[in-house]
């Protein structure tokens, strides 16, 4: 059973459309997170939801909203996608908002911008 | 944040043990240490974690300096599936101190 999935895996799309890309932990955690890594492969933190409630959002810009409509689901949209944009974006769950807690990753969803 | 400093890149022999250092000077006393490691094209992935002592587990050891300024990761018998870029980081124990900030990481090749 997977732990932690995404859809898509792929997605390929133009500027200034909009898309989301959808995250699903069978854990049972209360925590989720969305992580992404760009080309040079740093990996940032964007969000964090602890039982739906948003509790890190690292001045990311508003174009990306995430929703989350229950613990197990945490879904990214982005508006008025740009070449920035691209990257790969990966969900994770953690039991607790701890930082004693093991995050578990998804296995990333790659979106390129054109 | 806490910062750490790991090589870039290490290269190991297959089957042979690995150490990978990782040195965080200004770790605060309640901050844990946290080795993920990311294998390519996947998602990162828990390695092991620990405080104050050495810690065991299926995957690795962890050893921790005594003035908790440094660790090292040691894979007891590398294979050519742990080629992974490991990642050194600290997160405190406190609400809102549970983000992971990744470095950059140290490249680990496996030689065959």
């Known amino acids: 059973d997977t732990a932690v999935s995404q859809t898509p895996k792929y997605l390929v799309t133009q500027m200034g459309n909009d898309k989301s890309i959808k995250c699903e932990q069978n854990l049972g955690h209360d925590t989720m997170y969305w992580y992404k890594q760009d080309s040079k492969k740093f990996l940032k933190i964007m969000f964090s939801?602890?039982?739906?409630?948003?509790?890190i959002n690292e001045t990311v810009p508003n174009r990306f909203s995430p929703k989350s409509p229950d613990k197990a689901h945490l879904n990214l949209h982005i508006n008025s996608l740009e070449l920035g944009d691209s990257a790969v974006y990966f969900c994770a769950s953690s039991l607790r908002v701890k930082g004693t807690d093991t995050q578990y990753f998804g296995p990333g969803t790659r979106l390129t911008v054109l | 944040d806490a910062k750490t400093t790991q090589p870039n890149s290490m290269e190991s022999n297959e089957e042979e043990p690995v150490h990978l250092p990782c040195n965080h000077s200004?770790?605060?006393?309640?901050?844990?240490i946290h080795w993920y490691r990311q294998l390519p094209s996947q998602g990162p992935e828990y390695v092991i974690h620990?405080?104050?002592s050495n810690v065991n587990n299926r995957m690795a050891s962890l050893a921790i300096a005594e003035d908790r300024k440094s660790s090292t990761l040691i894979l007891h018998r590398a294979t050519l599936r742990d080629a992974a870029v490991y990642y050194c980081?600290?997160?405190?124990?406190?609400?809102?101190?549970?983000?992971?900030?990744f470095g950059t990481g140290t490249r680990l090749t496996i030689i065959p």
């Open positions: 620990g405080l104050t």
């Open positions: 980081i600290l997160s405190g124990p406190n609400f809102g101190n549970e983000k992971l900030t």
């Open positions: 200004t770790i605060s006393g309640t901050d844990y």
């Open positions: 939801y602890n039982n739906k409630e948003l509790i």
